[in-house]
């Protein structure tokens, strides 16, 4: 009888513990259907958002946006011709290249066409003018573009050199071209900067600003850098838009080449478009850290700008720039 008891015990158990799961389910669906009931007003809430910030946040009644998504694989195609076989899975020889570069240069003229349409279309409405021509136009600067890559890929050949000259612990191009966030941002900006100059809306911002993300790196597609340009490790930098760098420059990660400050117009906007960031000259060599600022600062032939400098004045071929060497306290640990 004892055994049998236990076992009515045991099973009494298992039934209460069903029991209890059975009020905690019937607990956790009354408090999912609470939550449902509240949507509602939680979407109404939103609408109203959307309603009130109509002209800086939603983007309804009107052309498709160019897709972030889409711009992120372009640059991955454009890549793909520029450094052929070091992107992509597909093994390029000789034979095969001409077939290769050629499908790549279709599915871009393709893919391009389309995002510039939609980007100028945009442009169009967002400045209240007429917009007739907005796929021709696309096709025919997606073709310009193509017709750059030549150019590019030789900016690109030069940056890879100076990254080898300027890196001792470069051991071949291959692993610049793999591993070094520096290329990979210079080279998104140097694509961009094509399509900056073909006066292109939002794809330059978008191609540049995936590149920032991905390597810490803000080249603004508006800036000229010339050829043989180095960035170091690279996390940091920026670039602002009007500034000009020469031949054979190389820059350490945290710099900054940015403005000084922000000219305003008579309504008290700002002013766009004027130079606000400074001038590099050719074969000058900028350290970590290092803010030089300005439209006006330009830094001649030559020069070397040491680590965490603060520059906002025009420095002359051939000079060193320097911080005075800091105090330095030393102590003793305790035992």
Partial sequence: ????????????????????????????????????????????AILDSCREGSETMTHVESELLPSKEEIKKLVRIMLEIVYPGYYGDKQVDRASLPYYIGEKASELLERLSLQTERAIRHECRRTKRSCTHCVEMGRVTALEFLKSLPRVRELAASDVRAAYRGDPAAKSFDEIVFCYPGLFAVTVYRLAHVLHGQGVPLLPRIMSEYAHAETGIDIHPGANIDEEFFIDHGSGVVIGETTHIGKRVTLYQGVTLGALSFAKDESGELVRGNKRHPTIEDEVVIYSGATILGGNTVVGKGCVIGGNVWLTRSVPPGTTVTMSSPDLVLRQRKE
Wanted: with cysteine.
């Fill in 1 to 44: 009888m004892k055994k049998v008891d236990e076992m009515d015990d045991g099973n009494k158990n298992k039934f209460e513990v069903i029991q209890e799961e059975g009020i905690v389910c019937n607990a956790v669906e009354d408090q999912g259907k609470s939550c449902r009931e509240q949507l509602p007003a939680l979407v109404e």
